[in-house]
């Protein structure tokens, strides 16, 4: 666990990143998406061309996050460019031996022109006459290629730079070791692909099958929430969303229309509603601007520290308005998976639980898409619930969103404050949180040299009278993740169970006193 969440302090910067690209992205689109012109109309041409210039910047971070993920774990600080390059023609060769060695006859939707890479012609019979393009492998890809590239980085020191290869030093054999590595890699992945595809496919025909069934929608949940954190969103809502997978209508001059998000903005077009409409889409809605606003309030307040509370206030304010009027499910969910997966496995059921309930009440609100780049959309924003408090009919669905979201905000906050005042450290540790804070306290000089504890949902912050006394070697054996020497005291970074661990270390010192 101690080192899967070491996963989160590497991978901080690319998520501050794509919290941004997010946060960017959605400002774009509020001043440009026609959805809004209900609201308010911009027809400034220089306000235009820069909300198309940062969406155009922002979608490619969005798109590509996981690259930025291998680029962070494959860096060192020696030689980190190396690294770097050593990761960069690995991933590359990867994508290209999918490109040939892959089932060529899977849904388009399954295949992404990842960093442009395509096949446009080639003497091979098998894919000659149309482009190709690398298989949608999303973190997976990204994942098997950080192996190699990390294992090639370590076999690579250990090379003799002499006999008849020594002109390759040892910089260009970690970058051939990892190229050989990762076109294995690639024709293993393509090779199983196939297999995992159908799997994949058994799943969304059952879903598919009835989606009147709740237990269906329920699943559907799941798999969206799952399959975004893993960059894979295309293979589930492509289908549902703009194929007939999704249903199908036939429009006011007869054309047919397929998919929900397709359907939905037809119908709102046509001003004729639909009643299945939107069932892919109504459960955002809550979670943008309810349950994720919940859980941010419920992380911040359990920070004992006013000045870092005060210091983190303006962030917090600023997450939940890109969560209410953007969307940022992806950034958090991964922060959830990172450092505390119990709470992102509620939060996956949560999720699962809002499908079926609104089919169950037959609430529906769906959203219009600006394109079937369905990885930067963002569904279920404040404004575009707004927009559509002209419409009648949508009003009484509207209301009863509004009704679940409250009490989601409310369960949100809740289940935040008691899993990391609860569950996070001692869910399977029952009985020794109380010996591993004693002992903490006798690591940091005893009850006598600790002036005052802090703690936020990540870390606790000590300040100590004499800080010779502290035994780092003892507090790292603890469980510690980082110690760090700071203005405020001694950050000791304990991970979700800083919280707990806080608590108990407050309470040996109390017992001290007395």
Same mark, same amino acid.
């Given at each position: 666990?101690?080192?899967?969440?070491?996963?989160?302090?590497?991978?901080?910067?690319?998520?501050?990143?794509?919290?941004?690209?997010?946060?960017?992205?959605?400002?774009?689109?509020?001043?440009?998406?026609?959805?809004?012109?209900?609201?308010?109309?911009?027809?400034?041409?220089?306000?235009?061309?820069?909300?198309?210039?940062?969406?155009?910047?922002?979608?490619?971070?969005?798109?590509?996050?996981?690259?930025?993920?291998?680029?962070?774990?494959?860096?060192?600080?020696?030689?980190?460019?190396?690294?770097?390059?050593?990761?960069?023609?690995?991933?590359?060769t990867?994508?290209?031996?999918?490109?040939?060695?892959q089932?060529?006859?899977?849904?388009?939707?399954?295949?992404?022109?990842?960093?442009?890479?395509?096949?446009?012609?080639?003497?091979?019979?098998?894919?000659?006459?149309?482009?190709?393009?690398?298989?949608?492998?999303?973190?997976?890809?990204?994942?098997?290629?950080?192996?190699?590239?990390?294992?090639?980085?370590?076999q690579?020191?250990?090379?003799?730079?002499?006999?008849?290869?020594?002109?390759?030093?040892?910089?260009?054999?970690?970058?051939?070791?990892?190229?050989?590595?990762?076109?294995?890699?690639?024709?293993?992945?393509?090779?199983?692909?196939?297999?995992?595809?159908?799997?994949?496919?058994?799943?969304?025909?059952?879903?598919?099958?009835?989606?009147?069934?709740?237990?269906?929608?329920?699943?559907?949940?799941?798999?969206?929430?799952?399959?975004?954190?893993?960059?894979?969103?295309?293979?589930?809502?492509?289908?549902?969303?703009?194929?007939?997978?999704?249903?199908?209508?036939?429009?006011m001059?007869?054309?047919?229309?397929?998919?929900?998000?397709?359907?939905?903005?037809?119908?709102?077009?046509?001003?004729?509603?639909?009643?299945?409409?939107?069932?892919?889409?109504?459960?955002?809605?809550?979670?943008?601007?309810f349950?994720?606003?919940?859980?941010?309030?419920?992380?911040?307040?359990?920070?004992?520290?006013?000045?870092?509370?005060?210091?983190?206030r303006?962030?917090?304010?600023?997450?939940?308005?890109?969560?209410?009027?953007?969307?940022?499910?992806?950034?958090?969910?991964i922060?959830?998976?990172?450092?505390?997966?119990?709470?992102?496995?509620?939060?996956?059921?949560?999720?699962?639980?809002?499908?079926?309930?609104? /089919?169950? *009440? =037959?609430?529906?609100?769906?959203?219009?898409? &600006?394109?079937?780049? @369905? !990885?930067?959309?963002?569904? +279920?924003?404040?404004?575009?619930?707004?927009?559509?408090?002209?419409?009648?009919?949508?009003?009484?669905?509207?209301?009863?969103?509004?009704?679940?979201?409250?009490?989601?905000?409310?369960?949100?906050?809740?289940?935040?404050?008691?899993?990391f005042?609860?569950?996070?450290?001692?869910?399977?540790?029952?009985?020794?949180?109380d010996?591993?804070?004693?002992?903490?306290?006798?690591?940091?000089?005893?009850?006598?040299?600790?002036?005052?504890?802090?703690?936020?949902?990540?870390?606790?912050?000590?300040q100590?009278?004499?800080?010779s006394?502290l035994?780092?070697?003892?507090? /790292?054996? *603890? =469980?510690?993740?980082?110690?760090?020497?700071? &203005?405020?005291?001694? @950050? !000791?970074?304990?991970g979700? +169970?800083?919280?707990?661990?806080?608590?108990?270390?407050?309470?040996?010192?109390?017992?001290?006193?007395?």
């Amino acid at each position: 666990m101690k080192k899967w969440y070491s996963f989160l302090e590497v991978l901080n910067f690319p998520l501050k990143l794509l919290f941004m690209a997010i946060l960017f992205y959605g400002i774009g689109n509020v001043l440009t998406n026609d959805v809004f012109s209900s609201l308010f109309v911009i027809k400034n041409d220089y306000i235009i061309l820069f909300a198309e210039a940062i969406m155009r910047i922002s979608s490619f971070f969005i798109v590509y996050f996981p690259f930025l993920f291998l680029i962070r774990l494959v860096s060192k600080r020696i030689n980190g460019a190396n690294s770097i390059l050593t990761g960069l023609f690995g991933y590359i060769t990867f994508l290209v031996f999918l490109i040939f060695f892959q089932d060529q006859n899977l849904p388009n939707y399954a295949y992404s022109a990842t960093l442009g890479l395509s096949v446009t012609s080639s003497k091979l019979t098998a894919i000659s006459g149309a482009t190709r393009y690398p298989l949608q492998t999303g973190i997976i890809g990204i994942v098997i290629v950080t192996i190699f590239t990390r294992l090639s980085l370590r076999q690579s020191k250990n090379r003799l730079e002499n006999g008849f290869f020594s002109f390759i030093d040892k910089n260009l054999f970690g970058i051939l070791l990892n190229m050989f590595y990762c076109a294995i890699a690639g024709f293993l992945v393509a090779w199983g692909w196939t297999y995992l595809f159908s799997l994949y496919e058994d799943v969304i025909n059952f879903i598919a099958s009835d989606t009147t069934n709740p237990v269906n929608l329920a699943i559907y949940g799941i798999v969206d929430r799952i399959f975004a954190v893993l960059n894979l969103s295309n293979l589930i809502r492509q289908p549902f969303w703009f194929r007939s997978l999704g249903g199908s209508i036939m429009n006011m001059v007869g054309e047919s229309v397929a998919g929900d998000v397709n359907i939905w903005s037809a119908i709102i077009n046509s001003g004729v509603m639909s009643s299945q409409t939107g069932k892919f889409i109504t459960p955002y809605y809550v979670l943008n601007i309810f349950a994720i606003p919940g859980m941010l309030l419920a992380m911040h307040s359990l920070n004992t520290d006013k000045l870092e509370r005060r210091k983190y206030r303006t962030f917090i304010l600023l997450a939940i308005i890109v969560s209410m009027f953007t969307g940022c499910l992806l950034p958090i969910e991964i922060v959830l998976l990172l450092l505390c997966p119990l709470l992102f496995i509620f939060h996956i059921l949560y999720t699962a639980g809002l499908f079926g309930l609104f /089919q169950i *009440l =037959g609430v529906y609100l769906g959203f219009q898409a &600006r394109s079937t780049n @369905v !990885i930067c959309e963002a569904p +279920g924003t404040l404004l575009e619930m707004i927009s559509y408090l002209r419409v009648n009919s949508l009003q009484d669905d509207i209301m009863r969103i509004c009704i679940v979201g409250a009490v989601s905000f409310v369960v949100y906050f809740i289940f935040t404050r008691i899993y990391f005042g609860t569950l996070a450290y001692d869910l399977f540790n029952t009985g020794k949180i109380d010996d591993v804070a004693k002992d903490m306290v006798d690591a940091l000089g005893g009850s006598a040299n600790i002036k005052m504890i802090y703690s936020s949902c990540t870390h606790i912050t000590v300040q100590l009278f004499d800080p010779s006394l502290l035994d780092v070697h003892g507090v /790292q054996k *603890l =469980g510690a993740n980082k110690l760090l020497e700071t &203005r405020a005291g001694f @950050v !000791i970074d304990f991970g979700a +169970g800083s919280r707990i661990m806080a608590k108990a270390m407050n309470k040996v010192l109390r017992k001290t006193l007395r």
